[in-house]
């Protein structure tokens, strides 16, 4: 399976601004972006999008997209919408727990990447797992081509879990705006393709 990783477009909101699941619009024309994307995806792909409309208006010049709730940013509760000056020495406690710090209201990393990784499982049928026997039929067909647009903090959830990277690494996967990764999921493995073209 060829599982194809892109992130939104530009936002349009002013630096140093959190903003996880506050819904904004584009800085970029999503129809100019799928144009320049669409020369690296598959001719046939299942098409998957997060419901904010920074993702989701990408997806819809790329084709018809299936939207999950699951693909969603990180959910940062009382900060969504504060700038990083004003939430201040807070951010000290999420860099002491990057992992399990969770906002006022929020959730944590951790808890985004459960969701994100139970969508997957869904989607591919074994969340990008080899198989543990190599018996004709022990696992589900994986489809040919899926194409993702979500966020940042998703797409590290699922690129790192299928590379079997530990979960402290995951933030060093920086998946830049409009731009696509693929990773090929064998039934033997799975190979980073290309990162951020």
């Not at 990180?74 to 504060?82: K, N, S």
């Not at 990393?109 to 080899?130: C, F, I, K, S, Y």
Request: glycine content about 12%; aromatic content about 6%.
């Amino acid at each position: 399976m060829q599982l194809h990783l892109i992130r939104h477009p530009r936002p349009a909101v002013a630096p140093g601004i959190c903003y996880g699941q506050t819904d904004l619009g584009l800085a970029e024309c999503p129809a100019t972006v799928a144009e320049r994307l669409r020369p690296l995806l598959p001719e046939t792909f299942a098409l998957h999008t997060s419901p904010l409309a920074r993702a989701r208006l990408l997806a819809e010049a790329l084709g018809t997209p299936r939207e999950d709730d699951r693909l969603k940013e990180i959910h940062f509760g009382d900060w969504e919408g504060r700038s990083f000056a004003d939430i201040g020495r807070a951010i000290d406690d999420w860099a002491a727990d990057p992992l399990g710090f969770r906002a006022p209201g929020g959730e944590s990393p951790r808890e985004m990447a459960a969701r994100v990784l139970a969508w997957l499982e869904e989607a591919t049928g074994n969340g990008g797992q080899t198989p543990i026997s190599a018996e004709i039929g022990v696992c589900p067909p994986l489809p040919e081509a899926v194409v993702v647009v979500a966020h940042g903090g998703p797409l590290r959830a699922i690129a790192g879990h299928l590379l079997g990277m530990p979960p402290e690494r995951w933030i060093g996967l920086d998946f830049g705006c409009g731009q696509v990764t693929r990773i090929d999921v064998e039934r033997w493995g799975v190979v980073l393709k290309w990162f951020n073209r």
